[in-house]
C-alpha cells in the first residue's frame, strides 16, 4: 500500500480507529494525573517535603528524557502499535507499585517506571496523527487528542480527590491511588479498538538510517527552537502547578478536594481552548497568538503565591488552563510540519525530550527553590521561563510550512 493509499484509506477508517486513540488517551491521561497528584500527597504522607516532592517530580521524566528519541526512531519505522502496547503494560503495573509503595524509595521507582510508560503512549498515540492525515487536517487532529488528555485529566483529579477526600481531615490517598490503577487498566480495551488502523510497512533499519536527521539537525531547523521551548516552559508549568499546588493547599488551609477543583478548572479550561483552536488561528496570526497563550499563563503563574485564596486561585487556574490548551496542540503542529515523514515521530519524540529534560531541571531547580526559599519563588521562576518562552515565540518564531498560518492551520 503506497504512503497517499495509506492515508486515504485511513481517512475512511479514522472515525472508528481514531475515536477509539481518543477514548484511550482521555482513561490513561486520567490515570497519570490522577496519580501524579496521588503522589505528591503519598510523598509528603510518607514524611517527604519539598524538597523531596521536587525529586520524586523529576523522576517522572528523567528516564524518559533518556529514551524519548529513540523511541521515535523506532516508531518513524512502522513499530506505533508495538510501542503502544508496551506503553499501556507500563502504565498499569507502576501504578499498583505506586498504590502499593511503603516508602519514599519505591515510590520513586514506580514514578519513574510510570513516566516511561507516559512517553511511550504520547510518542505512538501523536505519530499516528501526521502518518494517517494530510497535513491541512493535522491541527484539527492533535487539537482533538489533546482534548482527549485534557478530559483525562478533568476526569482523573476529581475522581482521585473524591476518593482520597472521603476520610475527612485524612486523606486516604492509597485507596484512591489503587482507583487510578483500575482506570489504567480499562485503556486495554480501548487499545484493541486502536489496532483497527490500517497496517503501515515496517522499515528495515539500514533503509530508515538513509533518511534519518541528527536531533542538531532538526533542532537547527528555523521555528523548531522556539517551538520546542513554548512546548518545554509550558509543561514544566503544569507540572509545578500539579506537584505544588497541594502544598500551597497546605500552607494556607485548602483541603484535598479544593485543590483537586482548582486543578480540575485549568483542565476544563484547556477543554475549551483546544475546541476553539481552530476558530483562534483564523482570527490571530499563529505566533501571536501562542506567544499571548505563553504570556498569559506566564503571569497567572506569577500571580498564584500572591492572593493564595480559593476564588482568586480559580481564576488564575481558568487564565492559565486556556493559555495551556493552545500551547501543547500548535507546537505538535509547528514541529510536524517542519520535519520530512520519514523524521515526523522523531521530531515530536526531541519535542517531547525537549519537555522531559524541562520537567527535571526545573522542578529540581524548584525543589531548591522551595527547600531554601518561600513555596511561592517556585510559581515565580515558572512563570518566568514563560515570559520568556512568549518573547523567543514573537521574536525568533517562524510559522509551520505553506502559505500562510491561518491558511494551514484552520
Given amino acids: 500500500m503506497t504512503a497517499s493509499a495509506e492515508r486515504a484509506h485511513s481517512g475512511r477508517r479514522g472515525p472508528g480507529w481514531f475515536t477509539a486513540l481518543i477514548v484511550y488517551t482521555l482513561i490513561v491521561h486520567a490515570a497519570y494525573n490522577g496519580l501524579r497528584v496521588l503522589i505528591s500527597y503519598r510523598t509528603l504522607e510518607l514524611g517527604g517535603g519539598a524538597g523531596v516532592l521536587g525529586l520524586v517530580t523529576a523522576t517522572y521524566s528523567l528516564a524518559p528524557l533518556l529514551a524519548a528519541i529513540p523511541i521515535g526512531r523506532w516508531v518513524d519505522r512502522g513499530y506505533a502499535m508495538p510501542v503502544m502496547w508496551i506503553g499501556t503494560v507500563l502504565t498499569i503495573l507502576p501504578a499498583a507499585g505506586a498504590a502499593w509503595s511503603p516508602g519514599v524509595a519505591v515510590l520513586l521507582a514506580a514514578n519513574m517506571a510510570l513516566g516511561m510508560g507516559q512517553v511511550l503512549t504520547t510518542v505512538s498515540g501523536q505519530a499516528l496523527i501526521p502518518q494517517s492525515f494530510a497535513q491541512s487536517d493535522l491541527n484539527r487532529r492533535f487539537g482533538t487528542l489533546t482534548v482527549g488528555v485534557s478530559a483525562g485529566q478533568a476526569v482523573g483529579v476529581p475522581v482521585a480527590g473524591l476518593i482520597a477526600g472521603t476520610g475527612g481531615a485524612d486523606a486516604h490517598v492509597q485507596p484512591a491511588m489503587w482507583a487510578m490503577a483500575g482506570i489504567a487498566a480499562l485503556a486495554v480495551p480501548a487499545m484493541v479498538g486502536i489496532t483497527r488502523r490500517p497496517a503501515v510497512r515496517h522499515v528495515p533499519r539500514a533503509e530508515a538510517r538513509s533518511s534519518v536527521r541528527s536531533p542538531l539537525a532538526i533542532l537547527g531547523t528555523r521555528g523548531m527552537k522556539p517551538a520546542i521551548f ?4 509550558t509543561l514544566a508549568a503544569v507540572d509545578i ?5 497541594p502544598l500551597i493547599g497546605q500552607r494556607y488551609g485548602l483541603g484535598v478536594q479544593a485543590v483537586a477543583a482548582l486543578l480540575t478548572l485549568r483542565t476544563l479550561a484547556s477543554i475549551v481552548s483546544r475546541l476553539s483552536i481552530g476558530r483562534l488561528t483564523r482570527l490571530v496570526p499563529f505566533t501571536r497568538l501562542l506567544a499571548l497563550a505563553s504570556l498569559t499563563g506566564g503571569i497567572a503563574l506569577l ?11 480559580a481564576i488564575l487556574m481558568v487564565a492559565a488552563g486556556f493559555a495551556f490548551g493552545l500551547t501543547q496542540p ?14 515526523r515521530a522523531a521530531v515530536l519524540s526531541i519535542r517531547l525530550a525537549g519537555n522531559r529534560l524541562s520537567q527535571v531541571v526545573i522542578p529540581t531547580a524548584a525543589a531548591g527553590v522551595a527547600a531554601f526559599g518561600p513555596t511561592g519563588a517556585v510559581f515565580l521562576l515558572s512563570g518566568a521561563l514563560l515570559l520568556t518562552a512568549a518573547g523567543s515565540t514573537a521574536l525568533r518564531g517562524a510559522p509551520p510550512t505553506g502559505s500562510s498560518p491561518r491558511e494551514r492551520l484552520d
Fill in 230 to 233: 513554548a512546548s518545554m516552559a
Fill in 330 to 343: 500548535m507546537t505538535m503542529t509547528w514541529v510536524s510540519t517542519l520535519a520530512d515523514p520519514a523524521n
Fill in 303 to 313: 500571580l498564584i503565591p500572591v492572593q493564595p485564596r480559593f476564588w482568586v486561585l
Fill in 241 to 245: 502547578m500539579t506537584a505544588y499546588l
